[in-house]
């Protein structure tokens, strides 16, 4: 553990009322609001204050520093990509130009923009754009539907939606993820272990930069049902693992499969669960809230994560605070996932009371 420099106020003003004693002879008044000793506080406080963030920087520069020797740099975040369709009742007379960079957003203004030219053509009432979030991270994995509002002037165009949900959205890799993963990588320089295949595992890329969002290693060891000398490697990715997912990840572990072990890669099952939700006192303008929250729950549900209808009610209640209740019509109950597969929202109704 490395050493601290933080001192308290109290004991850097004791100090140095001692140290004043020691070099003038004459012994300072202990009360408080004496002249001397407040002085001597502002300048503790300050003191105090300096050593806390001195400690905070160090505390942050040493693992900084050894993840720059080995050019381990924290992951930014990217951006959700979805696609977004701009449409109209009539068809068109003419061609209708939808621009690269035309803009688009959820009414809570999570925005996106899309990525290239488009064309609703004459004669035609819709086109499908590709489109990525304005702002990188996970805020931008909303929900197929959730995009409603055209932020630019768009002539001839009448509706915006998105037809698919935002996917890949990652906010900036924190700290405890770095270590996690720095940790992760130093147990893959030993080779064979089940730490060594789920590094090289998440460390696999498709051409089109597709990765693993999380990875289980598993052998007879944790699950006595595995053949002996098979190795299972459960991958996920957002939305679905792809085949050219899954052979990149068998290219990956190719390195680090141990001698005469079998390594099987596999899906991980994803498990839609509906939810239907009434908000009582609550307006129908604040569904979109709800709405974001719960996707956002489901986005961070983990492989073999239970869904819990507690923590359903929860994190609407969190984001609609004027809801005075949150009941959740479907699930029944908690639905139990299994260690090989993820919940994922089905479909999702919310209404209010």
Do not use: H
């Amino acid at each position: 553990m490395l050493p601290t420099t933080f001192r308290t106020m109290e004991d850097l003003v004791a100090e140095m009322l001692q140290w004043y004693w020691y070099r003038t002879g004459v012994e300072p008044a202990a009360e408080e609001g004496d002249i001397l000793r407040t002085l001597l506080e502002a300048v503790g406080y300050e003191m105090e204050r300096l050593t806390a963030e001195f400690d905070r920087a160090i505390e942050q520069a040493v693992p900084e520093g050894v993840f720059a020797a080995f050019g381990f740099s924290r992951l930014p975040a990217r951006p959700a990509r979805l696609t977004l369709r701009f449409s109209r009742a009539t068809p068109a007379p003419e061609d209708i130009l939808i621009p690269e960079g035309t803009r688009a957003q959820t009414p809570t203004g999570i925005g996106f923009r899309t990525t290239q030219d488009a064309l609703i053509p004459a004669g035609g009432t819709q086109v499908d754009v590709p489109a990525e979030a304005e702002v990188p991270g996970a805020a931008g994995n909303v929900p197929a539907g959730a995009v409603s509002e055209v932020k630019d002037a768009l002539p001839g165009v009448e509706a915006v939606t998105n037809t698919t949900p935002g996917t890949g959205g990652q906010d900036e890799e924190t700290l405890d993820a770095q270590q996690a993963r720095f940790a992760r990588y130093i147990a893959s320089l030993a080779k064979g272990t089940l730490m060594a295949l789920e590094a090289a595992a998440l460390s696999a890329r498709t051409p089109q930069g597709l990765s693993p969002t999380a990875v289980l290693a598993v052998d007879r060891v944790r699950d006595p049902s595995i053949p002996l000398g098979e190795v299972r490697v459960y991958v996920d990715a957002d939305p679905n693992p792809t085949p050219e997912l899954l052979g990149a990840v068998g290219l990956a572990l190719e390195d680090v499969r141990p001698a005469g072990v079998v390594v099987s890669v596999l899906s991980v099952t994803k498990v839609p669960v509906n939810v239907r939700l009434r908000l009582e006192g609550a307006s129908p303008s604040q569904i979109p809230s709800a709405t974001q929250s719960v996707y956002t729950l489901f986005s961070a549900m983990r492989v073999g994560e239970d869904v819990v209808r507690e923590r359903l009610v929860a994190a609407v209640a969190a984001a609609v605070p004027e809801a005075y209740a949150v009941r959740v019509l479907s699930p029944a109950s908690d639905v139990v996932i299994g260690p090989y597969e993820r919940a994922t929202l089905g479909t999702l109704q919310v209404e209010v009371a």
